[in-house]
């Protein structure tokens, strides 16, 4: 890929992208509240308090060890074939992601059915739709590594940059790192603004913010003919109303997929905008 004019690539010469501190791993920098800085992109629906006390069920199911037996049986009943290295990584994710859940309070569901299909599922099936991802694809608010874990598991040589601004879940995101050992794969510990100019063919985020916010989040760092992929619910209407009135000279939709997920009531909705043209005062 070649950088914008007047942008570097990781490891190309002392200067740096704004926003990028480089060390081995690729751009990564602390996690960190800048004065000034608007909070970061914030979830949607209600979260339980991490000190919440589980359930005598939750508790059994966060200690029962799962092995790529169950979760192999779990996801070829979706229509899901993973092999048997990324299904061994998808045990260890998940092993570590119940094991750090009440540390880093990022899901309320513990019965592994649920996990598999509002969680893995959730993520993987993007894939049906778009077979072959931009990259570098940013994943922003990836929280507990949602959905850009799951798809770099299943995408080994896809570079993958995950933005998280809350200090524990990208500690916990760099040991999901670690453990696993998936390369190309890259953590920005902050919150992603418009400020940030790392550039990047392809922005993705999970129930994160609004379609405008993000958009407006990702003007600097897409790259023009970028993509970015919103995993919505059904009723995403007023939100890409509101894209097109506020930033219709700046991006266009070039897809949007409605689907259920396989085997449950679940609706979604793959939104998909491309960038037309570099961000100006006029157009954002």
Do not use: W
């Not at 739709?129 to 959905?147: A, C, H, S």
């Not at 999901?176 to 418009?194: A, P, Q, S, T, Y």
């Not at 023009?224 to 506020?246: I, T």
């Not at 679940?266 to 961000?279: I, S």
């Amino acid at each position: 890929m070649t950088p914008p004019r007047g942008s570097k690539g990781p490891g190309s010469g002392n200067r740096k992208p704004r926003g990028i501190s480089k060390d081995s791993r690729g751009p990564e920098e602390s996690p960190r509240r800048q004065e000034g800085r608007p909070a970061g992109p914030r979830r949607e629906g209600n979260r339980p308090s991490g000190n919440r006390r589980l359930s005598r069920r939750e508790e059994a199911e966060r200690a029962r060890p799962v092995g790529i037996k169950e979760l192999n049986s779990r996801l070829e009943n979706r229509g899901f074939k993973l092999t048997t290295e990324e299904l061994e990584k998808l045990a260890t994710f998940h092993r570590l992601l119940i094991e750090r859940n009440r540390a880093i309070n990022v899901t309320r569901i513990f019965n592994l059915d649920d996990i598999v299909d509002k969680h893995y599922v959730d993520c993987l099936i993007i894939q049906r739709f778009v077979p072959k991802l931009p990259e570098p694809l940013l994943d922003i608010g990836t929280g507990g590594g949602f959905p850009g874990i799951p798809l770099k598991i299943v995408n080994p040589d896809l570079h993958i940059i995950l933005g998280e601004g809350v200090r524990k879940r990208v500690d916990f995101l760099r040991d999901v790192r670690e453990e696993l050992k998936l390369e190309k794969l890259d953590i920005i510990g902050r919150n992603i603004d418009k400020d940030f100019e790392y550039p990047v063919n392809g922005v993705i985020t999970r129930a994160v913010e609004s379609v405008s916010n993000t958009l407006k989040r990702s003007k600097n760092c897409l790259l023009p003919g970028g993509l970015v992929y919103f995993m919505k619910g059904p009723n995403v209407d007023e939100e890409m109303e509101e894209a097109e009135k506020r930033l219709g000279s700046l991006y266009e939709l070039a897809d949007d997929f409605p689907y259920q997920l396989p085997g449950t009531p679940y609706r979604r909705r793959l939104v998909v905008y491309r960038k037309l043209a570099p961000a100006t005062q006029d157009n954002s």
